[in-house]
Structure formats: C-alpha cells, structure tokens
C-alpha cells in the first residue's frame, strides 16, 4: 500500500499544429514514505504528470495515450469517476501553486480543513471541526482558534497555503501531490512552509511528489530528484548524486547557469553552452555609445533624500517609501531586495516619477527632478528608463515590433529620417541578440526571453545612462533568466550604463550589483558593498532572507 | 501616424469569426433584411400611408404580400419602412450611446481616483433607475419627437457602454506597456488614442453590436405604448400594437412585424456573441 | 422640473374645469409666489400628502398610488418568481452539462426568450393560450386565475436572461483554482455544484437584481397595458399622455423611494453572499 508507479505515461493536447506532447512517455515510481522531487522549467511537463495523477486535467482537452498510473494494484487513468473521488482527498491529496486562488473565498477556513473529514465520512461536522482546530494549530494558522468564522481573504498567502496543508493532511492520505506549493510565497516564508510540510509529512509517514522549477529548493527537501525536459524525464538520481555527478546537459546546466551567492560576476553559463546550441548574443561592440565625457563623475549619477510615497487606502494612510536616502554610482548597479511589500517597486517607480513621490527630492546628474516643468521631465525621461516584469504585458500587442522601437524615436526627435531611425532600430534588434527578421513581426509571436530583448532595446531607444530593472527576469525560466542577466551584464559594460535592479531574489541580486540594499516595511534597512551585504549582514532580517535561500550546496555540503 | 491596417491579432479573430456558422448565418441574414428594408417601400407599389377602404383587412396575397391592415394600407410597405425606422434608430442611438459611454469611460478609467470614483457612482445610480421613466418624462416635458427619441434612448443606453470601456481601461491603464509609454514620455493624448483605444476596440464592437438589438427593443417598447413614432409613421414597435391590438382579426399583423424584429434581434446577438468568442477568445465558450 | 414644460398647467389644450381649478389652487397655493409653492408641495409631500391628481381631482394621489401599486407589486413579485426559479437551474444545468444538448437547447431557447418581446410574446401567449385553447382569461386583474398569463409573459424574458448570467457566472466559477481544490478532496460533482461553485457562481445574478428590480417596473409598463390590468405603470403612463403632472410627479417620487429600498435589498443579499463585502462595509 501506498507506492504509486507511473508507466510510460503520454498525455497530449490538440492545437492547431496536431497534438501537443506534453508528458511523452515518462515514467516515475514513488515508494511508500518518500519525498520525490520533479523539476523542470515551464512547457516541461511536469504539471501536467503531477495532475494526471489524479485525473484532475480536464479531457477533453488532454489526451490521454498508452500507459498507466498505478496505485495499490488499480491503473487510475481506467478508474471510474466515482472510484476516483473515493481515493482523492483520502488516499492521495494535492496541494497548488497559488494559495490566493486555491482556497473558496466564500467558505470559512474550517470549514474547508474539515471539509475532507465530512467528504470521506470519517467523522461528523462537529467532530471533523475539532479534528481541523487541531491540525491548524499544528501548522501554526491560529488565527482560526480564535476567530472559527474567518474567510480565506483575512489570511496571508502563507497562512492559506499552510491551511492548504492541513486540509490536504487531515484524513492522513498515503501520498501527497504538492504542485509549485511555495512558488507564489516569499523566500522567508516560503522556508517556513516547506519546513512545516517536511515534519508534518514525516510525522505522518507521508510520501510526496513535490514538482517545483527550483532545483536549489528540491535539494533541500527530496530524497530522489526527476528532472523533466520537453515531456520527457532527462535524468533521475538520488538528490546527493544528482548535484554531485549529473550526467545529462541539461542537468548540469540547470545546476550551473541558476545565479547562487558564489557564482562569478561576469557571465553566466546558459543552457545552450552545455547544450551545444548556437549563440549570437555577444553585443557588438561597434553599436554602443560611450559614456559621454562632459559630466562630472565624483557625484553620484542618482540621489534619492527622504523620498517618501505615501499612500491613501480605506485603512487610512501608508508609507509604501518612508525617508529612504540612496545613491548611485555612475555606471555601477545597485540592487534593491525585499519582499512583496516592502515597497521596492514603488521606490523603483517614484524615481522615475511614475508614481509621484510625496515628500523628499531625486538629484539625476546634480539636477532636481520632479519640480519643474513637463517638458524638462520629459527630456529626463531620455536618460531614465524602466524593463518591467512581466515581458508579455510590457509590449503593445497591436504594435509591430518596428512601430514599437521606433515610436520613442519620434516622440523624442531622435534620428532625422525615417530611414535613419529604422536603421537605428535594427542596429537596437542586433545588439539585443535578434535580428532585421523580428522587424514586422507582432509581440504574441514571440518568447518570453524574446520579448524582453525587445522590452531592452525600446529601454535604449532614447539612449539612456539609467535603467531601473524592476524585478525583470522573476517570471522566467532559470536558462532563459540567465540569457536576459548576461545581456544586462554586457550592455552595462559596453554603453556604461548604470541600473536600479529590483528583485526579490538575492542570488540574483547579488549576481548583478555592486551595492545592495534591503528593503522592509517601506524602509531601507540596510544597505552597502554587495559583497560585505552577504559576508557580514548588519540586520537580522538581512541574515534571514540570505537564510532562506534554498541552496543545494548547503544541504547537500558541496562545494562548487 | 500609421496604424496597422490589418494586425495579424484582427485577421485571427476575422479567421475565428469566418469559423463561426452562427454568426455568419445572422450576418447573411441582417443583411437580407436591411436590403429588404433599404429597398422595399421602393420595390412596393403601395405607399406606406396609402390608405384604401376597400382593401381592409385583406389577408397575404399575391398583390398584398403582408396583407393590410385596418385602413387597407399595405402591410409589407408599412413593415419594411418600420425596419429602415426602427434600425435607423438602433444605429444612430448606438452610435450616441459610443460616443458619450467611450469618453466618458476611458476618461472616468483614466483618471482613476476620486474623480473615477464619483463619475461611476453617478452611473450607478442612473443603472438603478428603470428607464422608461426618465424616457416618458422627457417625453412630457418636451412633447414626442422623433430626434428626442433616440437621443434620449442614446442617452439611456451610453451607462453599459461607460462601465465596459472604463473597466478595460483600469485593467489597460495598469498594463505594464502603458507605464512604458508613460517611462518613454509619451504625453497623455498619444498614450489614450495611440496605445489604449486600439485594445480597447474589441470589447468596443462587441458591446455595441447587442446595443443596437437593446435600443430597437426600447424604441420598440416606447413605440408600443405609444410614446415612440406616431402614425402614419411607422417602426416595427407601432406595428406591433397595431398587430396586437387587431390579432383576434388579423393575425398577420403581429406575425408579420413581430416576426421581422424578432428575427433582427436575433441576428444581431448572435453576431454579437460570435463577435465576442472571435475578439476575445479567453472568454469564448470552448 | 414638470412645472417648466411646455403647455403649461392651465393653458393646456385639454380644458379644465372650473372646481377643479379652484381645488388645484388653494392646494399648491397657486396664486402664491414659485417659491412659496416649491415649500409648499415639499411640506405636503413630507406627510404623505402628494396633491390631488390633476386628471381626477376627486382622488388624492396617494390614494391612486396606495389602489395601483399593490397590483403591479404582486406582478413584480410574481415574474421575479418565476424568473429566478426557472432561470438558475437551467442555467446551472446548461453550465454542468456544458456544450451538450443539455447546454445548447435551453441556450437556444433563452436568446428566443431574450430577441422575443414582451409586447409580441405577450399577445401571442394571449392569442394561443386564452383565445384559442381558453386556459386562462385573456385580460383583465380580478383574481388569481388572471394572474398567470401577465407574470409568465415578464418573467420569461428576465428567466432567459437570468438562465445566461447563471450559466456564464458557474462557468467562470468552475474554472476556478478552488474548484480544483474542492475536486481533489473527492467531492461529488453535486457537491462542487451546490457547496463550492453556487455562491460566486450566482453573485452576478445578485448584481442583476438591482437593474432587474428597475427594468420589471419598466415591463410592467408594457405588460399592464397589453393585459389590461390597472396597476402602477398604467396609471403612469395614462398620467403622462393626460400631463398629469401631480400624478406624474407622484409617482416618479414613489418609484424613486422604492427604487432606493430595492438597491438597499440588493446590497444586503450581496454583503450576505460575498464575505470580502461584507469586511468592507
């Protein structure tokens, strides 16, 4: 009882080009009691196998070929839907991604942990809701102890992700799926959670098969790692062999081009250098633009002073930026960490002027910005630019990509002719590593990666000496997010450009700045040389987030 | 400035739309009946407002082929110049209800704040209000009026319009492309026209296709109680009264307009739900 | 505001009598200043008293509001009924048996119902159902047996418009996150159905409320004209053909009061069924 094997497992999708493989022919064996970690990078399949477990995908669409899912001597891909509701909730459990979606806005907390209890006929109402007190407590949401009639939008994602838990844990099932359960949740939290779901899980003899993208953060938590690449399962190994000794590429670029805290500084490794792909992204030299020689170079290109930004919201007023004093070096970076909240983006967008700040004043190049007028702020606005999130949000999808590059052009009289600024605007693609080709072609038709080259090259347009990054490689892949670092890194070196990097993700952070500060609670709380940031923290809330990274080198005592 | 005549994003959704056997079975079918309307009361031999005492109540025939009605007045005339009435109407007050619900939205979504705050209170308290009041007070303070009517019937229907707009340009307004035009410079006009409205167009078109069934059913509405087009004017809503007040007699006189605006209706949801499923295809059924 | 139109009060082309003239006067304080009159009406209009009718002057306003409304209420309520109860199974039903027969045919059906008219369904359901097969009287409001013909024809287009909202509000709904949750405890497709979908997925039928409230007093306009039946919305628009400003002006003011009550309804059942409203408030 309780070891689950899947066998040549194929699930399809159909589209428009034929059927899409999304799981082509895996197989994966979980023995009763242990933890199995699944990883992959978006489009790998690994989702998808983790749903097909218990037939949650919706077929139609997916497609369901040979093969089988078996669980104590039944195949689950034959069951009936009866049959399966019997072993969801009670023999196997599943907990997912987003805890802000996963949980019924419109049904108590309780209620919902009791909920499997009253499903599977276990016990009554009263006796289930007992039983949930309890294993909430457990889990440390206490707040329902005390408040039994609370909803899910009174908690934190990672209070309802911890109710998650419990609600999946309380009828004790055989094996848990857990879905990217912390992807959405902060580093700090996110090591609370999963230490919580580890000792629960082990308290209760509790095998599980966690699927995340983090190989860092399976390290610290499997016992046997599966890394799936394009709907196929590329390397399987006990979690220590796997990072001492991986075999595949892929593998070991995974582990190599993910920024840890002691990676180099310059470059690096990505996917296609092990993959033995081709590359043409080395910016050409020829293109950039050197630094122009006329300033003067001992002050600081950026000066924030008290800026404040506050903010009125139905609870009355709050300091999203309270008095945060910075400076930037003329083409170094300075990273800004912190966790959701904490007003990183809003610093970032107040800046640039984006959102206006309430109190405090920005120095770029010994000038006061923001007092004076719309057209002097405008031509700033040539020398400061922003790369967003989000790639697919941050293009106009009813502009080509010529009419994009081109547009800021106009708009700011750079370049005499049309021909002149679509030259430009090509010499732009080429530098960003695409090509002449991309010109007319429409944002939807493009990568993620892809469109944020293009999201760096309508930054350059204007020609800018400042560019705030705002946290704009979080929403990728590790491969493709190394890809976008390197070409940061190397733009940076070419035209001396000097960048504001906002993320929530130290390694990144300190993969890419010279100076580092911390921000909590709309306060900067730290802040200094990147190096000595991580060597000697100040704050304890610094030493926590560096804490929290998952890391495979610590837990598995490597060295790299 | 150079708009994309043809974004590949529209010839996708022109694609879907083609797909659509129901959509394009109401397209053929609007059309037919805009033709007949556009050229009936030319083709008939009869005038809308002929009236002839021997022929009353004459039901279809080959010289009649609605029949007549009570004062002997060709029914086919009468309906096809109620349709040019009646989707002239559902026309020009759409084409009202757009002009004052786009601005008014993008403005109210645009802004934001307490200004957006206050501009959609209004409109909700203008939502709650049944219509047909505001339209019949109108009416008595102004006397019936043709130009009024639609006007009036814009002016009702502009609130839906106001809300779709101002709710896809909050979500636009938030986009990060548009803090990039922002970042770049760009002023506040070249980021509405050039960068909100062309996304804002899908949703546009879709709603104002169910406009046009939503204000030929009010003028029809009006026209029933009365207080729409006056006689011998006709639009399908007074032929309808007429037809049903005379039903018991004449039965063809309710079959014949009722029929006609039912059928309209119909075409123009269906477009309007093809339209949706082709535009927006996250929200389409499949 | 009725006071500024056109054909004013006295000079109108429908002559008025001489008593009832007198009556008018000394009941608005007509040979008064404008503004004294405004003052007047509103201290009237503060006990209830909302002056005689312009049209009938043996009857006060009020009392014509107090006859006529309870007609059109019981017409209201009744399609209301009638919408709800037929509206939100089949659409539940077409969203749980989505792109089936089960889904297409009553959807078919409610664009029918939605493109159909009161004002044709109305003479048509008089026409197949009194006329020929003599099931229900065709006109007329005396008893309960006339009551069936008037409230299926009102509530019919409001269940088919009602049967969309459900069946497209469970839709969005059972596409939610938390439905998977609920799915991968084990519970029963009826359980998904009525524990976990049936709140959000009804909430936009609640939103509908308000609007609906408003446009069954508008229908019921339509509806008491063709059935015949002397409610509220008849007298109203008798009142405005007669510019019977007294009674106009009346019952504007009533259906405003109303209106404002039924919105206050709306908002509670919504804080009752949406928990993050109901923090808000």
Same mark, same amino acid.
């Given at each position: 009882m309780g070891d689950l094997s899947i066998e040549n497992l194929h699930v399809g999708f159909p589209s428009r080009e034929g059927i899409? $493989? /999304?799981?082509?022919?895996i197989n994966l064996s979980i023995n009763s009691g242990e933890i199995v970690g699944l990883v992959g990078e978006s489009g790998s399949g690994k989702s998808v196998t983790c749903n097909s477990i218990l037939q949650l995908l919706p077929s139609p669409p997916a497609q369901f070929g040979a093969g089988k899912i078996d669980w104590s001597g039944k195949n689950l891909l034959s069951q009936t839907e009866p049959s399966l509701q019997k072993i969801r909730g009670k023999e196997i459990s599943m907990i997912f991604q987003d805890p802000m979606s996963s949980?019924? =806005?419109?049904? &108590?907390v309780l209620d919902q942990v009791a909920e499997p209890l009253v499903i599977h006929k276990i016990c009554d109402w009263a006796e289930a809701k007992i039983k949930a007190k309890e294993i909430l407590q457990k889990v440390g949401v206490t707040h329902v102890l005390k408040?039994?009639?609370?909803?899910?939008?009174?908690?934190?994602g990672g209070m309802r992700q911890r109710a998650m838990i419990a609600m999946a844990l309380i009828t004790k099932p055989n094996l848990l799926l857990a879905d990217e359960? &912390? &992807? /959405?949740?902060?580093v700090t939290v996110q090591a609370k959670v999963l230490k919580i779901l580890k000792e629960l899980c082990l308290d209760l003899q509790v095998s599980v098969l966690f699927v995340s993208h983090d190989l860092g953060l399976v390290a610290e938590l499997a016992d046997r790692v599966v890394v799936m690449y394009r709907g196929k399962v590329v390397e399987e190994n006990e979690t220590q062999s796997i990072f001492r000794n991986p075999q595949h590429p892929y593998v070991k670029a995974l582990i190599a081009c993910r920024p840890t805290?002691?990676?180099? !500084?310059?470059y690096l490794p990505t996917v296609e250098d092990f993959m033995g792909e081709t590359v043409e992204?080395? =910016?050409?030299?020829?293109v950039h633009t050197l630094p122009? !020689?006329?300033?003067? $170079?001992?002050?600081?290109l950026l000066e924030a002073k008290k800026l404040v930004v506050q903010f009125h919201t139905d609870e009355g007023p709050l300091l /999203?930026?309270?008095?945060v004093d910075l400076s930037i070096e003329y083409g170094k970076t300075l990273g800004l960490v912190g966790e959701s909240g904490s007003g990183k983006t809003t610093l970032g967008r107040s800046i640039l002027h984006l959102i206006k700040p309430t109190e405090g004043e920005i120095r770029f190049q010994g000038k006061i910005i923001g007092t004076d007028s719309f057209a002097k702020r405008n031509s700033l606005r040539k020398s400061m630019q922003i790369i967003f999130q989000d790639p697919y949000a941050s293009?106009?999808? $009813?502009?080509t990509i010529e009419q994009t590059l081109v547009e800021p052009m106009i708009v700011h009289q750079i370049g005499k002719s049309k021909n002149e600024r679509l030259e430009k605007a090509i010499a732009l693609l080429h530098e960003v590593?695409?090509?002449?080709?991309?010109?007319? $072609?429409?944002?939807?038709?493009?990568?993620g990666g892809q469109r944020q080259r293009i999201c760096v090259a309508r930054a350059l347009t204007t020609e800018p000496e400042f560019i705030v990054c705002d946290e704009?490689?979080? /929403?990728?892949d590790v491969s493709v997010q190394a890809q976008v670092l390197n070409l940061l890194k190397s733009l940076q070196r070419s035209r001396g450009l000097t960048y504001l990097f906002i993320s929530h993700d130290l390694s990144v952070v300190k993969f890419m700045s010279d100076h580092i500060a911390v921000m909590q609670n709309g306060r900067v709380i730290e802040n200094g040389p990147a190096e000595q940031i991580y060597?000697?923290? !100040?704050e304890s809330y610094t030493r926590k987030l560096i804490d929290a990274i998952p890391r495979a080198n610590r837990s598995l005592n490597l060295t790299f | 400035m150079s708009t994309p005549t043809s974004s590949s994003l529209g010839k996708d959704a022109w694609d879907r739309l083609l797909a659509n056997k129901m959509a394009m079975a109401s397209l053929i079918l609007l059309l037919l009946i805009s033709i007949l309307c556009m050229l009936g009361p030319v083709l008939?031999?009869?005038?809308?407002?002929q009236q002839n005492l021997?022929?009353?109540?004459?039901?279809?025939?080959?010289?009649h082929p609605f029949g007549t009605d009570n004062l002997g007045r060709d029914l086919f005339a009468r309906t096809t110049y109620g349709g040019r009435i009646s989707l002239m109407v559902g026309l020009l007050a759409t084409l009202v209800s757009l002009l004052i619900g786009v601005t008014y939205g993008m403005v109210s979504g645009y802004a934001g704040g307490r200004l957006d705050a206050w501009m959609m209170r209004f409109v909700d308290v203008l939502y709650s209000l049944p219509f047909i009041i505001f339209v019949i007070l109108l009416m008595v303070l102004f006397g019936r009026n043709f130009l009024l009517l639609f006007l009036a019937i814009g002016a009702v229907e502009w609130l839906t319009m106001a809300r779709i707009t101002r709710a896809q340009t909050l979500s636009l307004k938030r986009a990060e492309f548009i803090e990039a035009a922002r970042a770049l410079g760009y002023s506040h006009s070249r980021i509405l026209f050039r960068h909100l409205l062309p996304n804002l167009i899908g949703p546009i078109i879709i709603y104002a296709t169910l406009t046009v069934p939503a204000v030929m059913l009010l003028e029809a509405a009006l026209s029933f109680l009365g207080l729409g087009v006056q006689a011998p004017m006709s639009s399908w809503g007074s032929l309808i009264q007429e037809g049903a007040e005379k039903m018991d007699a004449a039965p063809w006189l309710l079959l014949f307009p009722g029929s006609f605006f039912c059928l309209t209706l119909f075409a123009l949801n269906f477009i309007g739900d093809g339209l949706r499923d082709a535009l927006d295809p996250k929200h389409s059924k499949n | 505001m009725t006071r500024f139109a056109p054909g004013g009060p006295f000079d109108s082309e429908k002559a008025i009598p001489e008593e009832i003239k007198i009556k008018l006067q000394s009941h608005f304080g007509l040979d008064r200043p404008l503004f004294d009159q405004y003052l007047l009406y509103l201290k009237n209009l503060l006990q209830g008293d909302l002056g005689p009718? %312009?049209?009938?002057?043996? *009857?006060n306003v009020s009392e014509l509001i107090a006859t006529a409304f309870p007609v059109s209420l019981t017409l209201g309520a009744l399609s209301l009924t009638i919408a709800l109860l037929l509206g939100i199974p089949v659409g539940m039903i077409a969203a749980l048996k989505r792109n089936t027969w089960m889904d297409y045919l009553p959807m078919s059906l409610t664009m029918a119902g939605i493109c159909l008219p009161t004002f044709v369904l109305g003479p048509f359901l008089i026409y197949g159902l009194?006329?020929?097969? #003599?099931? %229900?009287?065709?006109? #007329? *409001?005396? #008893?309960?047996?006339? *009551? %069936?013909l008037p409230s299926l024809t009102l509530g019919l287009f409001y269940a088919a418009y009602i049967a969309r909202l459900t069946r497209a509000g469970m839709l969005e709904t059972l596409q939610q996150e938390y439905i998977k949750t609920a799915k991968a405890k084990g519970a029963t497709p009826w359980r998904i159905l009525t524990k976990h979908a049936a709140r959000g997925g009804l909430l936009p039928v609640m939103t509908f409320l308000g609007p609906a409230f408003a446009g069954l007093i508008s229908g019921s306009f339509v509806i008491e004209s063709i059935f015949f039946i002397p409610g509220l919305g008849k007298f109203f628009v008798t009142a405005a053909f007669n510019r019977d400003y007294t009674m106009v002006l009346g019952t504007v003011l009533f259906y405003a009061t109303l209106i404002i009550f039924l919105n206050l309804f709306v908002d509670l059942v919504q804080a009752w069924l949406d928990p993050k409203s109901r923090q808000s408030k």
């Open positions: 899409v $493989r /999304a799981v082509d022919g949980l019924n =806005p419109y049904m &108590t408040h039994p009639h609370s909803y899910p939008h009174e908690y934190s359960p &912390t &992807t /959405a949740l902060d805290l002691e990676s180099p !500084k310059d992204i080395q =910016p050409s030299s020829s122009k !020689k006329n300033q003067d $170079r001992s002050l600081p /999203a930026v309270d008095h293009l106009n999808p $009813r502009l590593g695409l090509g002449e080709e991309h010109l007319y $072609r429409y944002p939807h038709e493009f990568s704009c490689v979080s /929403a990728m060597n000697q923290p !100040k | 008939s031999s009869h005038s809308f407002d021997d022929e009353v109540f004459q039901s279809p025939s080959f010289a | 009718s %312009f049209k009938y002057p043996e *009857w009194s006329t020929q097969l #003599g099931l %229900f009287p065709p006109l #007329g *409001w005396y #008893g309960p047996s006339d *009551w %069936f």
